[in-house]
């Protein structure tokens, strides 16, 4: 992403693409483009679980968004922020540096409370999601497990819960029918995509992970991905755990195929848009 935002793009803070052009609306995307969507939990998720895909898929010419449901508030590292609202701050101008790294299209932070997910009221956390959806128009979507990945992280099965749901529902003309005015209208996600890991972290709480039905081959992107985490300074602690385990688990990265627009039995793919139309 370069640090001039296309006119249909929202930039990394958080606001919309009409609220950045001074009210204006914002330009629709070709229907003919690919386009991925990911739904995360924390400034950080992007490049930790999806980083090497995402910056694979863009290089292939596919437009790319990440929609991160809170900004990481409650962290146990803060970087020295002093307060939440600062620590909020450090973390989105973070996000945005990691999406720089990873060439995202479009990158969102919301605002919902970083820890506390599994107490919202799932209409609002999932009509936003579904609206979101409806406006990019994705074909391939992608988000956690619900075992919230090999870290077990609560929001993680939060933000899998809510994403699951926003790709069922965006297509559907009974689901938030009052989104649908002008040229708003359902859409329906080819693909949508758990990720998943063929290891387990030490001393965490027991998961169990989904078999893996694609494995995506990210080559010389995994230093991209390595990179866009360490964009996130304020988790420096992190840095060489992280590190370590990516390069374990090698150039690859791993997804289950947990909905598709096509019936039938799953087969081990190496392309997230095969038999995308």
């Known amino acids: 992403m370069s640090n001039q935002l296309s006119p249909n793009s929202d930039p990394p803070d958080g606001r919309n693409a009409s609220q950045a052009t001074g009210g204006k609306p914002a330009l629709r ?23 090497g895909s995402l910056r694979l898929y863009k290089e292939r010419g596919v437009e790319t968004c990440i929609i991160c449901l ?12 002093r307060n939440d609202q600062e620590l909020c701050a450090m973390r989105r101008e973070e996000f945005a540096a990691a999406c720089r790294i990873l060439k995202v299209s479009r990158g ?24 979101r959806i409806r406006e990019f128009r994705p074909q391939v979507l992608l988000t956690f497990d619900a075992a919230g990945s090999v870290t077990g992280h609560t ?13 069922h529902w965006a297509g559907r003309s009974n689901r938030f029918p009052d989104q649908l005015t002008g040229s708003l209208t359902p859409h329906r996600v080819q693909k ?5 890991a063929d290891f387990t972290l030490p001393g965490r709480q027991p998961v169990s992970l989904p078999p893996a039905t694609a494995v995506i081959q990210i080559g010389q992107y995994l230093d991209a991905k390595i990179e866009a985490f360490r964009a996130h300074t304020s988790q420096q602690p992190l840095w060489s755990q992280f590190e370590e385990f990516a390069r374990k688990r090698g150039e690859r990265e791993l997804f289950h195929l947990a909905a598709s627009e ?5 087969e081990l793919e190496s392309d997230l848009f095969a038999g995308v139309s």
């Open 29 to 51: 995307y070709n229907p003919c483009m690919l386009r991925m969507m990911v739904v995360t939990a924390h400034p950080d998720d992007e490049a930790s679980s999806f980083g």
């Open 70 to 81: 809170t900004p990481g508030q409650a962290a146990s590292y803060r970087g020295g922020a």
């Open 108 to 131: 969102v932070v919301l605002d919902y409370p970083d820890g506390q997910l599994h107490r919202l009221d799932m209409q609002r956390v999932v009509s936003d999601l579904t609206l």
């Open 155 to 167: 929001d993680h099965t939060m933000a899998s819960v809510f994403a699951t749901l926003a790709f």
């Open 192 to 196: 949508l995509y758990h990720t998943t």
């Open 262 to 266: 096509k019936t039938g039995s799953a």
